[in-house]
């Protein structure tokens, strides 16, 4: 039996939050540490604080020259202590700022997590601004020293050896309606901690309680339907021009959430647009829910590592989920239609060629429909990257072989389409591939691919239904601890991957989502 450990003092970043912070959990989230920052730039990037001269709208409270307590950001020449950023030249304490996915800004003492970035020395991942000392999760721009893991000097940003990928991209979706997308996600998941983590979020953006009241008992937010389309036509004339929250997209955002939760492969965008979002603001109300799925499944597997169970609530002892393959199913190449205009080629910025990370991306409509938001683009291009080649641990083939057990969960014809054809080629023999993709989880696949796919199979349901035994079972066959993580990671980018590729558009094919990867271990 794999027991639990007892809990650390203070959880470090959202997955700690989310997993529960225990020293096996840390250890095994040291194996693959770039993937774990990537992840916490990841949260930052689509839950954003947002600083200025009035009140803030980003993941906290309060806005003056008076303290600030709770769980988000402070504007003002006050102090704020809680797990959200302060800004203004007082100093922030607390897990927010000095240790929260917040940031810190102004001339006082800020430290967390974060990525510095100046004329002075800076480490670390997060963003520090001001002219006084930084040290942490937050960002930190400015001429005051910044301490952290490695030295960075000059004017651009610096982390530890690398530079972390993704700034916020301002598409108009306010941080209510994020919130109140991630929370509906949270609440499918059965994860209390994100559900009140998510839900203090929406409570400080909204001022009110009562409309994640509503999301977590999953009542009608209209008060007549729980579709978003009737929501969204009742005041969807209410819209401000500049994307301001309104109850019509609150409710369509929800509704979304729950729709590509549950059942992505009949994810539609009708709705979204009745109620006023834009092409942009589309694809960051997905890249949310679809993040916020992925953050939830890889809490689940981590978890699960760690203490043999991944929190959910579900029966233990329940069968193993199975996938039904089929002649929908096809190594064939296959054409993705944008259900949104992508960009166009000449639309791309530098920065968005670096974010793509190579001619194939750039040439592909899907990845150019995910343009429309650059900063959660850059930082998924990296933990898809980080994930699928990262040295050591499983192979590849195997990594293949686990998007494509999720990506037949979900029913995402084109990425199982993508990711059989690169596992049948770095495998060697295209026969066993063939076999998972005609008869799912009954085909004959040798122990070893069974139990690969049955675990990444079984992180893919809402909530996660991978158990103990799943994990013991490839433990006993050799797996490292370094591989099962490695496992855990590309199931769960798939719970992301897939949700994007089915409510952005549709197969006539599907895109060439990670063709662009290398097919090399």
Same mark, same amino acid.
């Given at each position: 039996?794999?027991?639990?450990?007892?809990?650390?003092?203070?959880?470090?970043?959202?997955?700690?939050?989310?997993?529960?912070?225990?020293?096996?959990?840390?250890?095994?989230?040291?194996?693959?540490?770039?993937?774990?920052?990537?992840?916490?730039?990841?949260?930052?990037?689509?839950?954003?604080?947002?600083?200025?001269?009035?009140?803030?709208?980003?993941?906290?409270?309060?806005?003056?020259?008076?303290?600030?307590?709770?769980?988000?950001?402070?504007?003002?020449?006050? %102090?704020?202590?809680?797990?959200?950023?302060?800004?203004?030249?007082?100093?922030?304490?607390?897990?927010?700022?000095?240790?929260?996915?917040?940031?810190?800004?102004?001339?006082?003492?800020?430290?967390?997590?974060?990525?510095?970035?100046?004329?002075?020395?800076?480490?670390?991942?997060?963003?520090?601004?001001?002219?006084?000392?930084?040290?942490?999760?937050?960002?930190?721009?400015?001429?005051?020293?910044?301490?952290?893991?490695?030295?960075?000097?000059? %004017?651009?940003?610096?982390?530890?050896?690398?530079?972390?990928?993704?700034?916020?991209?301002?598409?108009?979706?306010?941080?209510?309606?994020?919130?109140?997308?991630?929370?509906?996600?949270?609440?499918?998941?059965?994860?209390?901690?994100?559900?009140?983590?998510?839900?203090?979020?929406?409570?400080?953006?909204?001022?009110?309680?009562?409309?994640?009241?509503?999301?977590?008992?999953?009542?009608?937010?209209?008060?007549?339907?729980? &579709?978003?389309?009737?929501?969204?036509?009742?005041?969807?004339?209410?819209?401000?021009?500049?994307?301001?929250?309104?109850?019509?997209?609150?409710?369509?955002?929800?509704?979304?959430?729950?729709?590509?939760?549950?059942?992505?492969?009949?994810?539609?965008?009708?709705?979204?647009?009745?109620?006023?979002?834009?092409?942009?603001?589309?694809?960051?109300?997905?890249?949310?829910?679809?993040?916020?799925?992925?953050?939830?499944?890889?809490?689940?597997?981590?978890?699960?590592?760690?203490?043999?169970?991944?929190?959910?609530?579900?029966?233990?002892?329940?069968?193993?989920?199975?996938?039904?393959?089929?002649?929908?199913?096809?190594?064939?190449?296959?054409?993705?239609?944008?259900?949104?205009?992508?960009?166009?080629?000449?639309?791309?910025?530098?920065?968005?060629?670096?974010?793509?990370?190579?001619?194939?991306?750039?040439?592909?409509?899907?990845?150019?429909?995910?343009?429309?938001?650059?900063?959660?683009?850059?930082?998924?291009?990296?933990?898809?990257?980080?994930?699928?080649?990262?040295?050591?641990?499983?192979?590849?083939?195997?990594? #293949?072989?686990?998007?494509?057990?999720? %990506?037949?969960?979900?029913?995402?014809?084109?990425?199982?389409?993508?990711?059989?054809?690169?596992?049948?080629?770095?495998?060697?023999?295209?026969?066993?591939?063939?076999?998972?993709?005609?008869?799912?989880?009954?085909?004959?696949?040798?122990?070893?691919?069974?139990?690969?796919?049955?675990?990444?199979?079984?992180?893919?349901?809402?909530?996660?239904?991978?158990?103990?035994?799943?994990?013991?079972?490839?433990?006993?066959?050799?797996?490292? #601890?370094?591989?099962?993580?490695?496992?855990?990671?590309?199931?769960?980018?798939?719970?992301?991957?897939?949700?994007?590729?089915?409510?952005?558009?549709?197969?006539?094919?599907?895109?060439? #989502?990670?063709?662009?990867?290398?097919? &090399?271990?």
């Amino acid at each position: 039996m794999h027991e639990a450990v007892p809990k650390t003092d203070a959880p470090t970043d959202v997955l700690d939050r989310f997993a529960g912070a225990t020293p096996e959990l840390a250890r095994l989230r040291a194996l693959r540490p770039e993937l774990i920052e990537l992840e916490q730039r990841a949260y930052e990037v689509l839950f954003p604080v947002r600083t200025g001269p009035g009140p803030a709208t980003g993941s906290g409270p309060a806005t003056g020259s008076g303290p600030a307590t709770g769980l988000g950001l402070a504007t003002g020449s006050g %102090s704020a202590t809680g797990p959200g950023p302060a800004t203004g030249p007082g100093s922030a304490t607390g897990p927010g700022s000095a240790t929260g996915p917040g940031s810190a800004t102004g001339p006082g003492p800020a430290t967390g997590l974060g990525l510095a970035t100046g004329s002075g020395s800076a480490t670390g991942l997060g963003l520090a601004t001001g002219p006084g000392p930084a040290t942490g999760l937050g960002p930190a721009t400015g001429s005051g020293p910044a301490t952290g893991s490695g030295p960075a000097t000059g %004017s651009g940003p610096a982390t530890s050896a690398r530079t972390v990928p993704g700034t916020v991209t301002d598409t108009g979706v306010s941080v209510a309606e994020r919130a109140a997308a991630a929370l509906a996600v949270a609440v499918e998941h059965r994860r209390a901690p994100a559900v009140g983590h998510y839900r203090a979020l929406l409570d400080t953006a909204t001022g009110e309680t009562a409309t994640a009241d509503r999301i977590i008992a999953r009542a009608p937010l209209d008060g007549d339907t729980a &579709t978003a389309a009737t929501a969204a036509k009742a005041t969807a004339a209410t819209t401000t021009a500049t994307g301001a929250a309104t109850p019509g997209r609150i409710a369509a955002a929800v509704a979304h959430a729950r729709l590509l939760t549950h059942t992505p492969a009949r994810g539609g965008l009708d709705a979204l647009r009745a109620a006023g979002f834009t092409d942009p603001q589309i694809v960051t109300v997905s890249q949310t829910v679809a993040f916020v799925n992925h953050q939830m499944q890889l809490v689940a597997g981590l978890a699960l590592l760690a203490t043999g169970d991944s929190g959910t609530g579900t029966d233990p002892g329940a069968p193993s989920t199975t996938v039904a393959g089929g002649p929908r199913y096809t190594t064939d190449v296959l054409t993705w239609r944008p259900a949104i205009r992508p960009l166009a080629p000449g639309e791309l910025s530098e920065e968005h060629r670096a974010a793509l990370a190579g001619k194939a991306r750039v040439d592909t409509p899907y990845f150019r429909t995910l343009g429309h938001d650059l900063g959660i683009l850059a930082v998924r291009t990296a933990i898809d990257l980080a994930a699928f080649t990262a040295e050591g641990g499983l192979p590849r083939a195997e990594r #293949e072989l686990a998007a494509t057990a999720v %990506s037949l969960y979900n029913g995402c014809v084109y990425c199982a389409s993508v990711h059989a054809r690169l596992t049948a080629r770095l495998h060697g023999d295209p026969a066993p591939v063939r076999r998972f993709l005609a008869y799912g989880s009954t085909a004959v696949l040798g122990r070893r691919w069974k139990l690969i796919t049955r675990l990444a199979t079984g992180l893919a349901p809402v909530p996660a239904t991978a158990a103990e035994a799943d994990v013991e079972a490839l433990r006993e066959l050799g797996l490292t #601890e370094l591989a099962l993580v490695d496992l855990v990671h590309c199931a769960a980018f798939f719970g992301w991957a897939n949700r994007l590729m089915l409510s952005l558009g549709s197969v006539e094919g599907e895109d060439q #989502e990670h063709e662009g990867r290398q097919a &090399t271990e």
